[in-house]
């Protein structure tokens, strides 16, 4: 090869290596879903809502999560707050800060917070699994407030039924009734508890879950409830596993993997099934977190429709996949 020829192949191999570079995470082209993939937001920052929850209202979806950002100052901990109409697209909100409120310590934890609307009083009521650095204290954290994105003001801590608390989910019925999953480590199990009229406390369990499961979610699809939970093994991921049941009472049916064993749910851990309701199909979508607990700011979020139905649960590969947020339905990219 000569002098033009090799310069020639290098340009070419140099133009090549900078488009496949560039059709990665970054390459959005406003429709996609890149599962594990750097998440940017309106400001083009990675998505800061880590183990977290999502609420709809009138047609505006609300994502709330563990703000982990690199600058984050070691006395607060934030949440995340995030608006979508597509749950493609996701308007950075707020970063809401909460000191250390029941005086935990260095390294208290505020994990995994979900929020829910209380049509009665009109408020928003945060919860939050808050702990010391050695994860004794165990229990949820209240916080209100008038408005989506607003001022959340710590109302109180509590054990929901009494009982230790640690990982929370959120789960919203159809009806509307509201539910707080949590895991309970002492009874081994994750307990469905609904919510008082005001939300600002569990009212009454719904149905203990008798299998060593955390990362709690929960979605009613074609007249079956479906519970995914993951295994007891910190930031590192395991298989994930789903029951069903006819009634959230139960009883609910033996825990199955929702993926290949081996993939460790493709190196994620369930905190939400999301349920979308189109004019054409109903498409629920596993939310999953990918933690990086040496770099929090960077872990990713694992989102992929799952494939369900007559007592099955599967989730796919992970490939990039558009959601049709009118109709319903998804394409999953084939490659
Ligand atoms: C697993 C939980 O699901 C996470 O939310 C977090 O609490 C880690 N354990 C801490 O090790």
Sequence with gaps: MNSTNFRTALLVFTVLFISSVSLTAQDKDGKTIYPGAVWPDDHGNHI????????????????FGEYRAKDNLPEFRYVGCYSSTDLVNWKFLKKIQFPDPENLGAGWVLERPKVYYNNRTKKFVMYMHLDDR??????????????VDGEYKFVKSFRPLGLESRD?????????????????????????????????????????ISAPLEGGAIVHYNGLYYA????????????NKFATAKSLEGPWSEFKDIAPPESKTYGSQSTMLIKVAGSKDTTVIFMGDQWRPSSQWDSRYLWMPVEIGEGKLKLPEPKPWKLNIKTGQVKVENK
């Design 48 to 63: 800061q809502a880590h183990g977290g929850g999502i609420i709809k209202l009138g047609a505006t979806y609300y994502w």
């Design 134 to 147: 050695s994860y004794k204290f165990a229990r949820v954290g209240v916080a209100v407030s008038d408005k």
């Design 168 to 208: 929370i989910g959120q789960f919203i019925d159809d009806d509307g009734t509201s539910y707080l999953v949590f895991e309970s480590r002492p009874t081994r199990g994750f307990y469905i508890a609904k919510l008082s009229d005001d939300y600002l406390n569990v009212a009454e369990q719904t149905c203990f």
């Design 228 to 239: 995914i939970g993951s295994a007891l093994t910190g930031w590192d991921p395991n298989p």
